[in-house]
């Protein structure tokens, strides 16, 4: 069976800095952009030899704001995936938008190309609330730009919203709810406010007009049975999607798939290595096109991390976890878990179907903790020494959730 791998691509310029926002960034540095693409082009050629054995089954570019970015670019990088890779016609392929930076024809273009999915940087319906944090669109920009890319052919539009800004009130996150859903996207993300040090919000984190933590909660329990009721099934502790438009490209993160990023601050997990690219585009573009290396940290992922993972990873999902997956990956007794998550029923924390665990949306409000203390009972009950039945070296099953596709896989063809 050929191995599949997501593809990210990180482009870190926008026109402006949001508040909120910790990504990496960068405003005023648009004369950059040639050198950077140049830069990216380099690097997809240079990682050709590494992607000859997989099949890029999803591809995401994100940011910053890739539609500032221009679309003319983001066209080119794919076609040079496709021509150094092997792009599935019929895989995944996300762009993230903002409604101030994107067009019909933009859209069109990058629709003729191949991509098939927008993610828009909605975030509010209030306008005032917009623009406290920064935005440069209003709420009718975005009802704009959900318009115009179902004229240009996209049939995966999602929605990306936050909840706890500035000034919000239960009554106006159920307002940005009730707008945004009558725009019938095909998949909501809808993240809680976290104030950031070194963001613009950092020196308010304290003041009053930032909802607390009950509010928070209470905004997203509200929005959990809201988009419940209207078809959108919550897969993810943020993600809710009508029935198949679940981001195929995210689950890869959350179900330990493999994935190669490009670009500054883009992320890396093949083939049991994980890197991560230095997070200054200068010296990306720098260190790329004279030849050096642009890996900022790399590491290799023993099997007790990855089962670590499995666990952190897994309990993102409503999808869960079982216990034969976790013994698949490390054989490891789950005692200790087990009595942990069997008293998170109890407490309405957790539910447990077949021999799956999974959070309810109250457990995925305690989820940091509530995981962290899983994580801790089991390195606690960690195996001494290596197994009679696995020699030191041997490889260890892999395990995937990914939805196995029936019928032969068709390709991009490369394109010079």
Known sequence: MEKRLGIYIHIPFCAGKCAYCDFYSRVGKDALMPRYQKALLSHIREAGSQLEGYIIDTVYIGGGT???????????????????????????ATVEVNPDSISYADMVKLRRAGFNRLSIGAQSANDGILKSIGRLHNFAKVEETVENARKAGFENVSLDLIYGLPSQTREDWADTLTKMLALKPDHISAYGLKIEEGTALWPFKDSPFIPDDDLQADMYLFAVDMLGRYGYRQYEVSNFARRGFASRHNLKYWQMGEYMGFGAAAHSCVSGQRYSCVADLELYADNILSGKSVVDHAESVTDFERAGEYLMLGLRT???????????????????????L??????????????????TPEGFLLSNVLIGEILDAQT?????????????????????????????????H???
């Open 66 to 92: 890739p539609s500032f970015y221009g679309a003319s670019r983001l066209v080119e990088l794919f076609e040079a995936l496709k021509k150094y890779g092997r792009v599935m016609v019929d895989g995944e």
């Open 318 to 340: 409503t999808y869960g976890i079982s216990e034969e997956e976790y013994y698949n990956i490390f054989p490891c007794k789950f005692d200790n878990a087990r009595q942990i």
């Open 342 to 359: 069997e008293a998170y029923v109890k407490r309405g924390w957790m539910v447990k179907n077949g021999d799956r665990w999974s959070f």
């Open 380 to 412: 606690k009950q960690r195996m001494s020494i290596v197994s009679p039945w696995k020699q030191e070296g041997e490889d260890v099953y892999q395990f995937s959730m990914f939805s196995k596709r029936p019928g032969e896989v068709q390709l991009f």
């Open 414 to 416: 490369g394109i010079t």
